[in-house]
């Protein structure tokens, strides 16, 4: 049964930094491979980082790029969202997802995956 958990959120100040993590079970991180999504208060959702770990491809979303990064803990099974100089409007409720239909990942980042966690609210402010 695939599962995944994120955890890691809470109150930051602007300027700092958060990690996420995306704990998962019941499938492979060589084999399906993982983004990372968020929904911030009456907005959209938005894909911020797609990445196979079976070859390293990957594809960053508008809001993440330069800022956000992903890495993973195989013994752990996790992945990790490294965010840094937070803004007010990262505000969101994080998300990570991971499918198995084998799309391209820019689909994915666009129009999502089948399995999501719950999700884990970071919020940026003083």
């Known amino acids: 049964q695939v599962q995944l958990a994120e955890s890691g959120g809470g109150l930051v100040q602007p300027g700092g930094s958060l990690r996420l993590s995306c704990a998962t079970s019941?499938?492979?991180?060589?084999?399906?491979?993982i983004t990372w999504f968020r929904q911030g208060p009456g907005k959209e959702r938005e894909g911020l980082i797609y990445?196979?770990?079976?070859?390293?491809?990957?594809y960053y979303g508008a809001a993440a790029k330069g800022r956000f990064t992903v890495s993973r803990d195989n013994a752990k099974n996790t992945v990790y969202l490294q965010m840094s100089n937070l803004k007010p409007e990262d505000t969101a409720l994080y998300f990570c997802?991971?499918?198995?239909?084998?799309?391209?990942?820019?689909?994915?980042?666009?129009?999502?995956?089948?399995?999501w966690g719950k999700g884990t609210l970071v919020t940026v402010s003083s």
């Open positions: 997802a991971t499918d198995e239909r084998g799309y391209n990942g820019r689909y994915y980042l666009d129009y999502g995956m089948d399995y």
């Open positions: 019941g499938f492979s991180l060589t084999n399906y491979p």
């Open positions: 990445i196979n770990f079976s070859d390293g491809t990957t």
